[in-house]
């Protein structure tokens, strides 16, 4: 299968690579000019991939026309507040439409919309497909077991794509909810934001416990009012990402909420993060979408407060426990 990788950081390089392993033809697109011939030429991707380099059948390039061409699956692997702009790009090109998988998880604050959603404005609704799950690509690249969910409407077509793009470590289920796997991959983030801030402030597993079983309340609370089914919240791209995200020291999420707890700000951590914490953004669209479909998350808003209104991250905890006591 051809495949064209959109976005070359660590999760858009390493599926890549485990797909060119996989016996797939890969392409992958980098949007900055002078970083996609460096890493055509030398074929390092670092800081975004370290330790690993991207195999040389690989091509690397800024040009989106090259990476598009001939491709059957177009697999969207950029920041989710960038893809509106690459969609705009992708349109400017006559492309022989194929399917399109969404590696992404976050929502456009901007529109409110899932991933899956904008990428349906462009390109017919049957062909996009996404992927989540708890996969942290560094554990990935070192070939370590990992089991995500595609999610489609088309299944027939699911079950073929999910059969081409298994490999020996990485088992793919599937499902026909993609609102309530989106809706999972992209608020674990703000939750694993809220864990982190737990571990740097120097709290325990008691208090990270209460955040996951809490916050998965939230997470299915909002999904069921935009539509999901309330047991995928229990599958992997709901709580097995939550957990995943929430405990893993590789995950860019946690990490940003531990340097939170620590008590450097947003400006500080933003400046030394090499890549993107999408919770960052995520908790803005979370607040605008929880208010409009009338539903309580408490923990949700307090990580918004913390990056946005300047609340401690000790108060912010705090509050949690203040708050009027109820059945479970």
């Known amino acids: 299968m051809n495949i064209a990788i959109l976005g070359c ?9 485990i797909q060119y392993r996989r016996g797939h033809q890969i392409k992958i697109w980098e949007f900055d000019k002078k970083r996609a011939e460096y890493i055509q030429e030398t074929r390092d991707n670092s800081p975004f991939l370290l330790k ?10 800024w040009r989106l026309e090259n990476v ?7 697999v969207f692997a950029v920041p989710c507040q960038t893809l509106g702009s690459v969609l705009k790009e992708m349109k400017k090109i006559k492309i022989k439409t194929g399917e399109f998988l969404s590696l992404i998880k976050g929502i456009d604050i901007k529109t409110l919309l899932l991933p899956s959603e904008i990428i349906n404005r462009a390109y017919p609704k049957e062909k996009c497909y996404v992927l989540s799950g708890p996969s942290i690509a560094n554990e990935i690249i070192r070939n370590e077991p990992t089991a995500v969910v595609l999610a489609g409407k088309n299944m027939e077509r699911a079950k073929i794509l ?6 020996e470590n990485l088992r793919i289920y599937l499902c026909d909810d993609m609102t309530g796997v989106e809706i999972g991959g992209a608020l674990k983030n703000v939750i694993a934001i809220a864990c982190g801030i737990s571990d740097g402030l120097g709290f325990g597993a008691n208090a ?39 405990f893993s020291e590789e995950s860019r999420n ?17 400046k030394d993060f090499v890549m993107v914490a999408e919770g960052v953004s995520t908790v803005r669209a979370v607040m605008r979408l929880a208010k409009k479909h009338g539903v309580e998350m408490p923990i949700s808003k307090v990580v918004y407060e ?14 949690l426990m203040l708050r009027p006591l109820k059945n479970e």
Do not use: C
């Open 162 to 167: 999910q059969s081409e793009l298994t490999t």
């Open 52 to 61: 690993y380099k991207i195999p040389d059948p690989i091509l690397i390039d």
């Open 208 to 246: 990270k416990g209460a955040l996951i079983s809490r916050g998965i309340v939230e997470i299915q609370r909002l999904g069921v009012k935009m539509g999901a089914n309330p047991r995928t919240f229990y599958g992997l791209s709901g709580l097995g990402d939550l957990v995943t995200t929430s």
């Open 306 to 319: 913390i990056l946005y209104k300047n609340k401690s991250p000790l108060n912010g905890l705090r509050s």
């Open 254 to 270: 946690h990490t940003f909420g531990k340097k939170l707890g620590q008590g450097k700000s947003l400006k500080e951590i933003k």
């Open 68 to 74: 598009v061409e001939n491709s059957e699956l177009i």
């Open 9 to 17: 950081g660590n999760w858009g390089s390493v599926f890549g690579i």
